[in-house]
């Protein structure tokens, strides 16, 4: 009789794609080998043992040791992490004064401090501070900006940016760190990135290192290495460029992404941003196919697919048609990352 087994990411890549593994395979596909392998010298078959037992069960039992070994060390591994998440008292995080007079609430930091869940770090226009963000990062804190830790666990470590600017440096697993601002939430994907917010409430985010989710109300960004992006209160991330970006992205994608629909604007900001792309501004495009009006997405599409062109089996009319799999398919083929990553996590928030 036949069994038929439901399918199994882990096995067959069926069925539903499970998060650690994606992750794992994602960070073991950068030490991939591609060459191929050099032929392996011949060797005599292995004498048996003066006990008459073959070369081959020998080799089985010294694989089932091996496997048992390697077994209990992952076990262990497992059963420490487990017990640092489950033990980890929720008594905020550190603080160290690196100038002038940084407060937590009320209180002066001398030295050092802690800044507890719920409480807020603020500093003046002479003063400076760092945060340890548990075990994963640090955040420096620069003047003339206030912070609230808003959690603080073994798999969420989250703050608030009221006003100010920011460095964080984080090197724990992706969708562990998060930011709150007036206007979207930055997400860690493993990265080094600063983050401003004006007193309006407006923000600016830049990477350093890695790459960084924005979002709010389903208005997404993906900002990689190298690249920056405005945020804007009631409307959320706008659209990244890269630093080196053509003169004159900049202000074209605040009428693009910020201005009204109706601004006389929009059709010479969109025209200068698609005349000057390059090849690597097709980080900037392929946000614009989800934006704006749909034939300013059909110019956006032609554009892009001249500079980066789609891979196989994602059509025109898909893309325009806002089909989610053909759409991230185009941006797994520019090489910056893979959203699949994103799409996983955002299940959990």
């Not at 008292?89 to 603080?95: K, L, N, S």
């Not at 409307?235 to 890269?242: K, W």
């Not at 000057?276 to 196919?289: F, G």
């Given at each position: 009789?036949?069994?038929?087994?439901?399918?199994?990411?882990?096995?067959?890549?069926?069925?539903?794609?499970d998060?650690?593994?994606?992750?794992l395979?994602?960070?073991?596909?950068?030490?991939?080998?591609?060459?191929?392998?050099a032929?392996?010298?011949?060797?005599?078959?292995a004498?048996d043992?003066?006990?008459?037992?073959?070369?081959?069960?020998?080799?089985?039992?010294g694989?089932?040791?091996?496997s048992?070994a390697?077994?209990?060390?992952?076990?262990?591994?497992?059963?420490?992490?487990?017990?640092?998440?489950?033990?980890?008292?929720?008594?905020?995080?550190?603080?160290?004064?690196l100038?002038?007079?940084?407060?937590?609430?009320?209180?002066?930091?001398?030295?050092?401090?802690?800044?507890?869940?719920?409480r807020?770090?603020?500093t003046?226009?002479r003063?400076?501070?760092?945060?340890?963000?548990g075990?994963?990062?640090?955040v420096?804190?620069?003047?003339n900006?206030?912070?609230?830790?808003v959690?603080?666990?073994?798999?969420?470590?989250?703050m608030?940016?009221a006003?100010?600017?920011?460095h964080?440096r984080?090197?724990?697993?992706?969708?562990?760190?998060?930011?709150?601002?007036p206007?979207?939430?930055?997400?860690?994907l493993?990265?080094?990135?600063?983050l401003?917010?004006?007193?309006?409430?407006?923000g600016f985010?830049?990477v350093?290192?890695g790459?960084?989710?924005f979002?709010?109300?389903?208005?997404?960004?993906?900002i990689?290495e190298g690249?920056?992006c405005?945020?804007?209160p009631?409307?959320?991330?706008?659209?990244?460029?890269y630093?080196?970006?053509?003169?004159?992205?900049g202000?074209?994608?605040e009428v693009?992404?910020?201005?009204d629909p109706?601004?006389?604007?929009?059709?010479a900001?969109l025209?200068a941003?698609?005349?000057?792309a390059?090849?690597r501004?097709a980080?900037?495009?392929w946000h614009?196919?989800?934006?704006?009006?749909?034939?300013e997405?059909?110019?956006?599409?032609?554009r892009?697919a001249?500079l980066a062109?789609?891979?196989?089996?994602?059509?025109?009319?898909?893309v325009?048609?806002g089909?989610?799999?053909?759409?991230d398919?185009?941006?797994n083929?520019?090489?910056?990352?893979?959203?699949t990553?994103?799409?996983?996590?955002?299940?959990?928030?």
């Amino acid at each position: 009789m036949t069994i038929e087994r439901e399918p199994d990411y882990l096995w067959d890549s069926g069925g539903e794609p499970d998060v650690e593994i994606v992750r794992l395979e994602t960070l073991l596909g950068t030490l991939r080998h591609g060459a191929p392998l050099a032929a392996l010298p011949s060797r005599a078959p292995a004498a048996d043992a003066p006990d008459g037992t073959s070369w081959r069960v020998r080799a089985a039992r010294g694989l089932r040791v091996a496997s048992a070994a390697a077994a209990a060390l992952v076990l262990l591994a497992a059963c420490g992490l487990a017990w640092v998440a489950l033990i980890q008292p929720r008594i905020g995080w550190a603080v160290e004064s690196l100038a002038g007079t940084p407060r937590v609430a009320d209180e002066i930091v001398q030295g050092s401090a802690r800044l507890a869940v719920g409480r807020w770090l603020t500093t003046d226009g002479r003063s400076r501070a760092r945060l340890a963000a548990g075990h994963i990062g640090v955040v420096d804190v620069e003047p003339n900006t206030r912070v609230q830790l808003v959690e603080s666990r073994a798999r969420e470590h989250r703050m608030s940016l009221a006003e100010g600017t920011i460095h964080a440096r984080i090197w724990a697993p992706p969708k562990f760190f998060f930011v709150n601002t007036p206007s979207a939430v930055a997400i860690d994907l493993g990265c080094a990135y600063t983050l401003e917010v004006r007193p309006d409430g407006a923000g600016f985010l830049r990477v350093t290192h890695g790459w960084v989710g924005f979002e709010h109300a389903g208005r997404e960004a993906f900002i990689p290495e190298g690249a920056m992006c405005a945020t804007r209160p009631g409307i959320g991330p706008g659209t990244p460029r890269y630093e080196d970006a053509p003169a004159g992205f900049g202000g074209a994608l605040e009428v693009l992404d910020f201005g009204d629909p109706d601004d006389p604007r929009r059709k010479a900001a969109l025209d200068a941003v698609l005349a000057d792309a390059r090849p690597r501004d097709a980080l900037t495009l392929w946000h614009l196919l989800q934006r704006g009006a749909a034939d300013e997405r059909l110019r956006v599409h032609d554009r892009m697919a001249v500079l980066a062109p789609p891979p196989a089996g994602v059509t025109r009319a898909a893309v325009l048609a806002g089909d989610r799999r053909a759409i991230d398919a185009w941006w797994n083929s520019l090489g910056l990352d893979s959203t699949t990553w994103w799409r996983l996590w955002k299940k959990d928030w």
